[in-house]
């Protein structure tokens, strides 16, 4: 299973990036895919999920409203659309993937986190200033 991040980069405050994850080694099937972010000297947070058969959605209380999560199944690719970015949202984005396929009522019950999900990619960075 490999993961591959990209789109992250510089923005002002108020602006919008559109980060991509391609997965590759699994296809379909009922699993999630969430988005998690790390600032330096803290701890990685996740911030939003989704179910890769049903299209069900997750999202922290810190970005919702503000970020979007979406997925193109036939390119095995997710998006994360980020608007109204803050200074506080700078930090290195990773996706990851959770092979199980009850895995959003787990999310629903305990929210995105980190020992939950199975594979990572390396992370892009995004700064907001």
């Known amino acids: 299973v490999q993961l591959v991040e990209s789109g992250g980069g510089a923005v002002q405050p108020g602006g919008s990036l559109r980060l991509s994850c391609v997965a590759s080694g699994f296809t379909g099937g009922e699993n999630c895919m969430g988005w998690f972010r790390q600032a330096p000297g803290k701890e990685r947070e996740g911030i939003t999920a989704?179910?890769?058969?049903?299209?069900?959605?997750y999202y922290d209380e810190s970005v919702r409203g503000r970020f979007t999560i979406s997925q193109d199944k036939r390119k095995n690719t997710v998006f994360l659309q980020m608007d109204s970015l803050e200074s506080k949202d700078s930090a290195i984005y990773y996706c990851a993937a959770y092979l199980y396929w009850n895995c959003m009522h787990v999310v629903r019950v305990r929210g995105v986190m980190t020992r939950d999900f199975d594979y990572w990619g390396q992370g892009t960075q995004v700064t907001v200033s």
């Open positions: 989704i179910h890769t058969d049903n299209g069900g959605e």
